[in-house]
T-cell receptor
Framework: GQQVMQIPQYQHVQEGEDFTTYCNSS?????IQWYKQRPGGHPVFLIQ?????EVKKQKRLTFQFGEAKKNSSLHITATQTTDVGTYFC????????FGAGTRLTVKP | NAGVTQTPKFRVLKTGQSMTLLCAQD?????MYWYRQDPGMGLRLIHY???????AKGEVPDGYNVSRLKKQNFLLGLESAAPSQTSVYFC????????????FGPGTRLTVT
């Protein structure tokens, strides 16, 4: 069945360093969504990618959807303490499946 | 608008007890979902509903039942709680199809002893 794998599981960075999380699907996706969950909070929608090779930016965040629509990445430039949280990808094939998430911690 | 609300926020149950978690949304969304979140496992879909009076099984439905008697409410029931059901439960809703943006509630932390 459909699986969505996300790596790394954890990432600890110094404030100002860059951060990237990767999402890989075993099947071709219709679209992919990214969510952020702050510690103790609930997932909040960040962005949706639909087209093959699509790249979207939100300030310091860059999202990419692979050409084959089976992988995606989220890159944060110059992390800040406000970026702390767990980042989830969610891929839609027959079902919407969430990755296990990447927990980001930032040392000031 | 309150968005998606969940009650209760916390609950402790003994093995074998039953309970119902309530989810309510005021966004007139057609789709509603129940997820459980466990460390290292991400969000796993328990059941979902595509409209009033309809329900469907998700990835991990065993041990849970749901009902959607009103469009704005989605109930998750545990008939006989087990320690393996200790988790954080999130309700979500979306407008239109399943690839639409999901709006999550604040979660219910359930402990089964």
């Amino acid at each position: 069945g459909q699986q969505v794998m996300q790596i790394p599981q954890y990432q600890h960075v110094q404030e100002g360093e860059d951060f990237t999380t990767y999402c890989n699907s075993s099947t071709t996706l219709s679209n992919i969504q990214w969510y952020k969950q702050r510690p103790g909070g609930h997932p909040v929608f960040l962005i949706q990618l639909v087209k093959s090779g699509e790249v979207k930016k939100q300030k310091r965040l860059t999202f990419q959807f692979g050409e084959a629509k089976k992988n995606s990445s989220l890159h944060i430039t110059a992390t800040q303490t406000t970026d702390v949280g767990t980042y989830f990808c969610a891929g839609l094939d027959a079902d919407m499946r969430f990755g296990a998430g990447t927990r980001l911690t930032v040392k000031p | 608008n309150a968005g998606v609300t969940q009650t209760p926020k916390f609950r402790v149950l003994k093995t074998g007890q039953s309970m119902t978690l309530l989810c309510a949304q005021d966004m007139n969304h057609e789709y509603m979902y129940w997820y459980r979140q466990d460390p290292g496992m991400g969000l796993r879909l328990i059941h979902y509903s595509v409209g009033e009076g309809t329900t469907a099984k998700g990835e991990v439905p065993d041990g849970y039942n749901v009902s959607r008697l009103k469009k704005q409410n989605f109930l998750l029931g545990l008939e006989s709680a087990a320690p393996s059901q200790t988790s954080v439960y999130f309700c979500a809703s979306s407008y239109g199809t399943r690839n639409a943006v999901q709006y999550f509630g604040p979660g219910t932390r359930l402990t089964v002893t």
